[in-house]
């Protein structure tokens, strides 16, 4: 079917119309402030602590215009023995933003996440040559960096949390006593200690009571043994039931033969 000639601008017309008929709104900046998207490119911010001087945003950028400088410093040994390690300090960290373009290359190459974008954007002069913001600015900056988007509840749990989080639980491990609790044999012995009392008294009630009251049985003393010394030929001091070989031999009595070995 053939279009009807004209339709096109009655189209527009009715756009017009209806645009014409409601009210207009405007947002009196700058008393009233933006709502801006949570990450807008407004400019970027610099978390100084997670700095290591690595210089991959300043070789990555494609306008070079990131000017770092730094310096090194000798850190003590940890432990007693250690050897000497040398670390890169921070100098200087500036952003000339009359080059920089907002590709965001910088903070995507950053391997310990000291760059951020934030939304503030009122950061206009009136010479070019201020718009070299240092370190101090970048940092200011920083603290308007919006918070990272919720992950999603099936995603894992990002390396970095995990870690600080064992390393957290393990130093309160070592902080916190352990809880002493009561060994499994001494929990079976508790538990048999009822039983055994009263096995104790039954047996006590079983015992056989003495016939007669009139004699008390004595409690019998534990008999002491001493060494018996073995036999010997020899009569002892004293002994007179062997008669001695060399006293005279009384009368009616015979003597008695000498044994071998006697003179």
């Known amino acids: 079917m053939a279009p009807i000639p004209g339709s096109g601008l009655a189209k527009g017309l009715a756009v017009t119309l209806r645009t014409m008929t409601r009210k207009t709104v405007t947002e009196q900046y ?10 807008t490119r407004g400019v970027i911010g ?14 990555e950028c494609p306008d070079w215009c990131i000017y770092i400088d730094s310096h090194k410093e000798t850190v003590p040994a940890a432990t007693p023995g250690g050897r000497e390690r040398s670390r890169n300090v921070l100098d200087r960290f500036a952003i000339d933003f009359s080059l920089c373009m907002y590709c965001g290359i910088c903070i995507e190459v950053c391997p310990f ?12 002069e009136t010479d070019i040559r201020d718009l070299t913001h240092e370190r101090d600015k970048l940092r200011e900056w920083m603290w308007t960096v919006p918070a990272p988007p919720a992950l999603d509840p099936g995603a894992e ?3 970095e949390i995990a870690a ?7 130093l309160a491990a070592q902080q916190t006593p352990p809880v002493t609790e009561p060994h499994a044999d001494e929990q079976v012995r508790a538990a048999e200690s009822p039983a055994r009392a009263q096995g104790d008294s039954q047996q006590q009630t079983d015992q056989p009571r003495p016939s007669s009251p009139s004699t008390p049985s004595t409690p019998s003393s534990p008999s002491t043994s001493r060494p018996t010394s073995p036999p010997s ?4 001091a004293g002994d007179r039931s062997q008669p001695d ?3 005279p031999a009384q009368p009616g009595t015979e003597p008695q033969p000498k044994q071998e070995g006697q003179e």
Do not use: H, I
Not at 113 to 124: K, Q, R
Not at 233 to 236: G, H, L, S
């Open 30 to 39: 700058p008393d009233a402030q933006p709502d801006l998207a949570p990450r």
């Open 46 to 59: 610099l978390f100084e602590e997670n700095c290591t001087v690595c210089m991959l945003c300043a070789r």
């Open 113 to 124: 996440d000291a760059l951020f974008w934030s939304p503030e954007f009122e950061y206009a």
């Open 157 to 159: 749990e990002p390396k």
């Open 164 to 170: 600080a989080r064992k390393s957290a639980e393990k």
């Open 233 to 236: 030929d020899r009569p002892a």
């Open 245 to 247: 070989p060399s006293a």
